[in-house]
Nanobody, 120 residues
Framework: QVQLVESGGGLVQAGGSLRLSCAAS??????MGWFRQAPGKEREFVGW????????YYADSVKGRFTISRDIAKNTVYLQMNSLKPEDTAVYYC???????????????WGQGTQVTVSS
């Protein structure tokens, strides 16, 4: 049974940093993605990482501020978020897919989400 568990969310001031974790159990996947959803908005792609190579790809809105990494031994993916802005406020989800894709419909497994709130 596949399970993804996120942690690390919280409240931070604008300009601050947070690191989210996503612990995976059950199996590994080709790609681990991060998405976010703000109130009243659609789910938005943040970035993905290829599990085998650690190559990562980011949405333009977070490029240069967010970094995705993975720890193979811990079966965990991280989202390091720096220079946070109020518009980064959202519930953040990790997800797993066999494809390297920005389309949330291609992700078969999802975590429960973790709230990130950035105050101005």
């Amino acid at each position: 049974q596949v399970q993804l568990v996120e942690s690390g969310g919280g409240l931070v001031q604008a300009g601050g940093s947070l690191r989210l974790s996503c612990a995976a159990s059950g199996r590994t996947f080709n790609t681990m993605g991060w998405f976010r959803q703000a109130p009243g908005k659609e789910r938005e792609f943040v970035g993905w990482i290829k599990w085998s190579s650690s190559y990562a790809y980011y949405a333009d809105s977070v490029k240069g501020r967010f970094t995705i990494s993975r720890d193979i031994a811990k079966n965990t993916v991280y989202l390091q978020m720096n220079s946070l802005k109020p518009e980064d406020t959202a519930v953040y989800y990790c997800a797993a897919s066999i494809f390297a894709t920005t389309d949330s419909h291609d992700y078969n497994y999802w975590g429960q989400g973790t709230q990130v709130t950035v105050s101005s």
